[in-house]
């Protein structure tokens, strides 16, 4: 509450910057979530998809590991090798980016082209996975997006970058990756308010036809009871 007072004391001027440097500082702290791990069950034949939100030249890492149910332990044990999972990418425009056959345990990844809500899909491969017909499979999903997907000690070993020289090009990776963020907001408003002018122009071509369909049988009754009177010679 009194970081909102101090807010409206200050100048307008000064009000701009500071509303910069808040908004900069939530898309850090929204980046700092875009690392997501869970896990989920599934069945012989069952099929997996999330949604996920990525902007345009965006590399996606997922690293995922299966479980399968033993009954006799009455636990979760590492699949045997000849399970696999297969795994699906879709842009928003439904085009696959990705269709692969992986193992029990495996990592892919994409890059995005396109912005806006991507579908990654997951089954088990089912010709071998038959062969545990009636089990349930738990799988371990860890996507990253963004600069959160590269490896930065791998990175500082192969091009021999000291800390401050490593830290400075996460510094750089992650301003780029904000402006990636922004520019993706932005192309969602401006999708929003194409979708709001076109909903209301709809309505209101819409609103004019019920009011033209209005006036026209309305000149129809009034013409029909002038010919019915006409007919009955009542007027």
């Not at 007072?5 to 929204?30: E, H, W």
């Not at 990844?109 to 990654?120: K, M, N, R, V």
């Not at 090009?169 to 990756?177: A, D, F, G, I």
């Not at 408003?189 to 819409?206: A, C, G, I, K, P």
Request: aromatic share 10%.
């Amino acid at each position: 509450m009194a970081a909102e007072q101090g807010v409206r004391v200050v100048g307008p001027g000064a009000g701009a910057g500071l509303g910069k440097v808040v908004r900069a500082l939530l898309l850090l702290l929204y980046f700092a979530a875009r690392s997501s791990a869970l896990y989920f069950h599934i069945g012989e034949t069952e099929k997996k998809c999330f949604i996920e939100e990525i902007p345009d030249e965006t590399m996606v890492i997922g690293n995922y590991r299966t479980q399968l149910y033993d009954k006799q332990r009455e636990e979760y044990q590492p699949a045997t090798p000849g399970l696999g999972m297969f795994v699906e990418v879709k842009d928003p425009e439904d085009k696959v980016i990705l269709a692969r056959q992986y193992g029990s345990e495996g990592r892919f990844t994409f890059t995005s082209h396109t912005p806006g809500e991507h579908q990654i899909c997951l089954h088990s491969n089912s010709t071998k996975f038959s062969l545990f017909a009636g089990g349930m499979l738990r799988v371990h999903l860890d996507i990253q997006v963004g600069e959160h997907a590269n490896d930065y000690a791998e990175i500082a070993a192969k091009d021999k970058l000291s800390e401050l020289q490593l830290r400075v090009r996460q510094l750089v990776e992650q301003v780029e990756q904000i402006q990636k963020e922004q520019n993706y907001q932005r192309w969602r408003e401006e999708r929003f308010r194409q979708t709001s002018e076109s909903t209301n122009q709809r309505v209101l071509w819409w609103s004019i036809l019920q009011t033209l369909i209005l006036v026209a049988i309305g000149v129809w009754q009034m013409r029909h009871l002038k010919s019915f009177f006409e007919a009955k010679k009542l007027v």
